[in-house]
């Protein structure tokens, strides 16, 4: 999600340069919402939060943090 995220400009990602991921509880059945948001879009380097929640009851499943080098 992060990766689809941050390539909706013209300008294409070289790689990820830091990732760091919190699994906060297990993700069995049921339906998830993917969300990924770019927070900043620099000269150089892009910072994106992503998060996966239930959809019945929004609890926060896993959340992680992205910087892809441009």
Same mark, same amino acid.
Request: aromatic share 10%; glycine share 8%; proline share 1%.
């Given at each position: 999600?992060?990766?689809?995220?941050?390539?909706t400009? @013209?300008? !294409?990602a070289?790689?990820?340069?830091?990732?760091?991921?919190h699994?906060?509880?297990?993700?069995?059945?049921? @339906?998830? !919402?993917? #969300?990924?948001?770019?927070?900043?879009?620099?000269?150089?380097?892009?910072? !994106? @939060?992503?998060?996966?929640?239930?959809?019945?009851?929004?609890?926060?499943? #896993?959340?992680?943090?992205?910087?892809?080098?441009?």
């Amino acid at each position: 999600a992060a990766a689809m995220a941050v390539s909706t400009t @013209d300008r !294409i990602a070289k790689g990820t340069v830091y990732q760091h991921t919190h699994f906060l509880r297990p993700a069995k059945g049921g @339906d998830f !919402i993917i #969300a990924a948001e770019v927070k900043r879009f620099g000269k150089s380097s892009a910072y !994106i @939060d992503c998060a996966v929640t239930f959809a019945s009851s929004g609890e926060l499943i #896993a959340h992680g943090v992205l910087e892809f080098a441009i």
